[in-house]
Nanobody, 115 residues
Framework: QVQLVESGGGLVQPGESLRLSCAASRSFDNFIDMGWYRQAPGKQRELVASFAHGTSRKYADSVKGRFTISVDNAKNTMYLQMDSLKPEDTAVYYC?????????WGQGTQVTVSS
């Protein structure tokens, strides 16, 4: 069983930055692809950023140029650096990692952007 644990959420003002972390119970080398999703109140969960081994990063149009996804394999941790945050970025953020046979999700971390 794989465990994913997010951290780093919080309340920030517009224009500020946050870095989310997703600690995995095994190396991300074990997964086909991985990424960050978010779900705002009353809305469907949406993809924010993702990548698969050997491919380039993908970002939602709404976060391109502001968010960066990365992985530190030595720490089994995936990150989402979020800069120039906007109120519309407010949501619960989830990390995800997939193998050929299973999809794994973290419990989510709340990000609130408000003045």
């Amino acid at each position: 069983q794989v465990q994913l644990v997010e951290s780093g959420g919080g309340l920030v003002q517009p224009g500020e930055s946050l870095r989310l972390s997703c600690a995995a119970s095994r190396s991300f080398d074990n997964f086909i692809d991985m990424g960050w999703y978010r779900q705002a109140p009353g809305k469907q969960r949406e993809l924010v950023a993702s990548f698969a081994h050997g491919t380039s990063r993908k970002y939602a149009d709404s976060v391109k140029g502001r968010f960066t996804i990365s992985v530190d394999n030595a720490k089994n941790t995936m990150y989402l650096q979020m800069d120039s945050l906007k109120p519309e970025d407010t949501a619960v953020y989830y990390c995800n990692a997939d193998t050929y046979s299973a999809y794994y999700w973290g419990q989510g971390t709340q990000v609130t952007v408000s003045s």
